[in-house]
């Protein structure tokens, strides 16, 4: 779960990470009673969404009174902000966070983040920080350093001073940003993040550090030990996830949008990915990524599908099941007969259907199909069946097929 | 012989009571898997699938001389479990369980340093060596006994494979799955090693996908042991759709999702036959043995 950068700040504060005083708003009234309630002459407004590199794309204004920061949040609101870290499409602003400005200040970098290959994570630090330190790290990798940390009951521990050390801090400056690095990686280990990154990082000439944003994400399977967060991911995702995709999401089933004509059903990500590469290998086009986690019950698998008889983009449906030990086919099958018992023969959704299916079941679920009367075409094997879709998909008209389910029904 | 796995394994399931464990166990059993015990905390002493139940791992160990263990605990205590295998000096823990938190995978990481345990898993299908032993939940209807080992980090995939390379002919040393999450035990490269010395292995099957960097990791032990198996490669996700991304400390570290590209680039130069997609594996391989023998 990526968090908003008020809620990361938010959180991060309670472990002692010295924040600007902010406030988060959905209108511009709200905008001008905010500013003017944080006092000071120079704000910052900011778009809350959740990705990177809004500063480069519009999304971070600065206003020199509460009359300016209302119009640039007024501005901000109802947009869509596109960077390279968002989808193509952009992200809707709904919200946005009007803080106090920060002036004359060094801007660092710090981040704990994990690292996959020696399965610990890792402080993170640069004395570069802003939304460039990406391109400028890809030309000079020494301007950030990183330090391995070690878990222990009460916390992370690593060379925090070693490493604030090492990217040219002393004295005060060094003090404090080892004990915020202590303190980031205690919110790491507290909060089961997988991602903290505080960029930039303000050093004042006072030599306190102040974040001046913040990027934090949780482990979603982490969630059972944190009820504050999960109704928070609860809360979020009814209001900004794509509505099809949460609805998959709670039928244990992981889908995706994409582009093309081809409704994809596969179980397990991995061959749900090789699915994706054979059918644009056979010259098709993906509509959605579908991958039906092995707990997903003959229900579950029924509103899967049933996502893609809605989808009026699919032309063709191509399923590739290999059934296994905690999932055999025949489930799949119920799930497929169901979804189509319950979707009326004039739906457009009833397209060719082609079904490989081997493993565990594979004969079985061909009686449950043949039993409930769906009508599909096989493919010998997932290539086959790939190579087939893509056919039915080029095809002008495919009322054949609904002509025979009419004629069924 | 197999990989990690052979006649003289006995196997212990922590958790076996539970429902899903009672049902593969079962199968397991049916396949001819030696399980000896079961461990489950607060049933010890009691029987369940005609095998005696222990409270702790080190308790059903000495009892029995087990060296493996099933790890079929749920996510909120899988760690724990993991760890207490580790401790009671288990040579291999074989963990199936989804959704185990990162952090509980580090401290197991942790655990796992200067320690005897091998780790297969978690999220793992585990471990079959076709005729001798199962542990784990895949499906086993397609494999053979034979030659060819294969490593991968997706389940259904690795039995659609399996399926195309009985098909061609050829049969498994070993199935083994590494798991799908980003903290795990034993490494497609580890894996990879595994098979170069095993003398039933004739040629190794490497499935890998986009993010991660174990294929890469792969890559680079593979060219420093130059195998003198063939080993044929997939990388799956060429063509998955773009997710968001949050920040920049992933460019930093190895933790940035690896793309399929950048992957199949990286074994290839390693000197690995590159399947171009999953369909025709199974030929690919024995042409590739074919070749080797000549």
């Keep these: 779960m990526d968090l908003h950068e008020f809620q990361a700040k938010e959180l991060l504060e309670r472990f002692g990470v010295n924040i600007p005083g902010g406030r988060v708003v959905e209108s511009a ?70 803080e106090e400005a920060v002036a004359d200040a060094r801007l660092l970098y710090a981040a704990v983040v994990l690292d996959r290959v020696s399965g610990r994570p890792l402080a993170l630090a640069s004395a570069h920080g802003g939304s460039d330190i990406e391109d400028r790290a890809e030309r000079d990798p020494a301007i950030v350093q990183s330090i391995p940390l070690t878990i222990r009951p009460d916390g992370a521990n690593g060379d925090f001073a070693g490493l604030a050390a090492r990217i040219g801090l002393d004295g005060a400056a060094l003090a404090s940003a080892a004990q915020l690095l202590r303190q980031l990686a205690a919110a790491f280990v507290a909060l089961d993040a997988s991602l903290i990154e505080v960029n930039p990082l303000a050093l004042t000439a006072g030599g306190k550090l102040i974040a001046l944003d913040a990027k934090l994400s949780i482990d979603d399977n982490a969630l059972f030990r944190h009820a504050d967060l999960r109704a928070l991911r609860d809360y979020m995702e009814r209001d900004e996830n794509d509505p099809v995709e949460l609805e998959a999401q709670q039928h244990q089933i992981n889908y995706i949008r994409m582009a093309g004509d081809i409704g994809v059903l596969v179980n397990g990500a991995g061959l749900a990915l090789a699915t994706l590469d054979m059918v644009c290998d056979a010259g098709g086009r993906p509509a959605n990524f579908m991958d039906i986690r092995t707990t997903a019950t003959s229900l579950d698998i029924a509103r899967g599908f049933k996502l893609i008889l809605d989808n009026p983009a699919v032309r063709s449906i191509l399923v590739n099941v290999h059934g296994g030990g905690m999932q055999p086919c025949d489930t799949i099958a119920e799930g497929i007969g169901i979804a189509l018992r319950r979707c009326p023969a004039q739906h457009p959704g009833h397209v060719p259907i082609v079904i490989s299916m081997a493993g565990n079941h594979a004969e079985f679920a061909r009686t449950v199909l043949h039993n409930t009367g769906v009508p599909y075409i096989a493919g010998s094997t997932p290539w086959d069946a790939a190579q087939k879709a893509v056919a039915y998909a080029k095809r002008e008209a495919p009322s054949w097929l609904s002509s025979l389910v009419a004629r069924r029904a | ?129 076709p005729g001798v032993a199962q542990l784990g939940v895949m499906a086993t209807t397609s494999a053979r006994k034979g030659g060819i080992g294969i490593v991968s980090r997706s389940a259904s995939l690795t039995s659609e494979i399996v399926a195309q390379v009985t098909r061609a002919g050829l049969g498994q040393s070993t199935t083994v799955g590494v798991g799908g999450d980003p903290v795990h035990g034993l490494t497609l490269a580890q894996c990879v090693e595994l098979f170069e010395g095993d003398g039933e292995t004739e040629g190794v099957i490497l499935i890998g996908e986009i993010g991660g960097s174990d294929e890469e990791q792969a890559a680079e032990a593979i060219a420093r042991l130059r195998p003198r198996k063939p080993i044929v490669a997939l990388v799956a996700g060429r063509h998955a759709p773009r997710l968001r991304r949050m920040g920049h400390a992933g460019a930093f570290t190895s933790a940035h999702a690896g793309s399929a590209d950048r992957k199949i680039e990286a074994l290839r130069s390693a000197g690995v036959l590159i399947a171009p997609n999953a369909h025709n594996i199974g030929e690919l391989m024995r042409e590739a043995l074919r070749s080797a023998r000549h």
Aim: net charge positive; with cysteine.
């Design chain 2, 1 to 129: 012989m197999a990989i990690l796995v052979g006649r003289e394994t006995r196997v212990i399931c922590q958790g076996m009571t539970g429902r899903a464990a009672t049902f593969h166990v079962r199968r397991m059993l049916n396949y001819g898997t030696r399980i000896v015990a079961g461990v489950t905390p607060g049933k010890g002493g009691s029987r369940h699938l005609d095998l005696p139940v222990f409270d702790t791992v080190a308790e059903a160990v000495t009892a029995t001389g087990a060296n493996a263990s099933l790890v079929f605990v749920p996510p909120d205590r899988a760690a724990a479990a993991m760890i207490e295998a580790t401790r009671a000096g288990v040579p291999l823990v074989v963990c199936v369980t989804e959704r185990v938190p990162l952090i509980d995978m580090v401290r197991v990481r942790q655990e796992l340093d200067g320690s005897r345990t091998r780790l297969v898993g978690p999220n793992s299908q585990g471990v079959l060596a």
């Design chain 1, 29 to 98: 009234a709200d905008a001008h009673r905010g500013a003017e309630g944080l006092g000071g002459q120079r704000f910052v407004v900011k778009a809350q969404i959740r990705a990177g590199d809004r500063a480069d794309h519009g999304g971070i204004r600065f206003a020199d009174s509460p009359r300016a920061a209302a119009l640039e949040a007024g501005a901000l609101l109802g947009r869509r902000i596109i960077t390279p870290q968002t989808p193509e499409s952009g992200v809707l602003v709904k919200w946005v966070y009007v």
